[in-house]
């Protein structure tokens, strides 16, 4: 069976810019999470999508957004990138109190 | 609110010694507490996880933790370390309650296995 699939792998972009991650859960997973990890740090909660709606956010400003769609399967978009928004975006589909997790997108901002 | 303690940054053992990870958790509701392992340019990789009975868990590659409730503690052991456990493990917290699932990590361990 597929695990989570994450797309692109890699993205470079300039501050300013917008971007689009895209997450493709477990077959029969309903619950798909994003967190950023950056590098040196453990990984830190960003949403949390159950059926389509939104059921935990973290700390993270309003140029971080995301949904789900009817296939289950997600989007994280983050507006006017910053230096500082360059992480290892992970995007875990969960199963009974387990998160299993995509290889992830590395987003570089120059 | 919960939080993870994962003292030091990096540990260092000879392969074939023991290998010993520390992680201390703090949860005002029961919690359900994992290890995570993760390689170079990878993503996380679920080594065991804690959720009820059983305290001492059994996880993949001889990896097991103890779930301590009176030290809030979840300590990561190995009894005999080998070259491809070099990697990055994070403890993991989440709250068992169901209201919401998101997982609180510590910082992470370095783990190098000296030949």
């Known amino acids: 069976d597929a695990g989570v699939t994450q797309s692109p792998t890699h993205l470079i972009k300039t501050r300013g810019q917008h971007v689009t991650l895209r997450c493709s859960p477990i077959?029969?997973?309903?619950?798909v999470s994003w967190y950023q990890q950056v590098l040196g740090q453990g990984p830190q909660f960003i949403f949390q999508?159950?059926?389509?709606?939104?059921?935990g956010r973290g700390n993270f400003p309003d140029r971080f957004s995301a949904r789900q769609f009817p296939n289950y399967s997600s989007e994280l978009n983050v507006n006017a990138l910053l230096l500082g928004d360059s992480a290892l975006y992970l995007c875990?589909?969960?199963?009974?109190?387990?998160?299993?997790f995509g290889p992830g997108t590395r987003l570089t901002v120059l | 609110a919960q939080s993870v303690t994962q003292l030091g940054s990096h540990v260092s053992v000879s392969e074939g010694a023991l290998v010993l990870l520390r992680c201390n958790y703090s949860?005002?509701?029961?919690?359900?507490l994992f290890w995570y392992v993760q390689y170079p340019n990878q993503g996380l990789q679920l080594l065991l996880k804690?959720?009820?009975?059983?305290?001492l868990v059994k996880g993949i590659n001889g990896f097991e933790a103890e779930f301590k409730k009176s030290e809030t503690s979840f300590h990561l052991t190995k009894p005999s370390a080998h070259m491809s456990d070099a990697a990055e493990y994070f403890c993991?917290?989440?709250?068992?309650?169901?209201?919401?699932?998101?997982?609180?990590f510590g910082k992470g361990i370095t783990l190098s296995v000296r030949p």
């Open positions: 077959s029969g997973h309903k619950s």
């Open positions: 875990a589909s969960s199963w009974a109190h387990e998160q299993f």
């Open positions: 993991a917290v989440t709250d068992s309650t169901g209201a919401n699932s998101k997982l609180t």
């Open positions: 804690y959720t009820t009975g059983a305290t």
């Open positions: 949860s005002s509701v029961p919690p359900y």
């Open positions: 999508y159950y059926e389509k709606e939104e059921r």
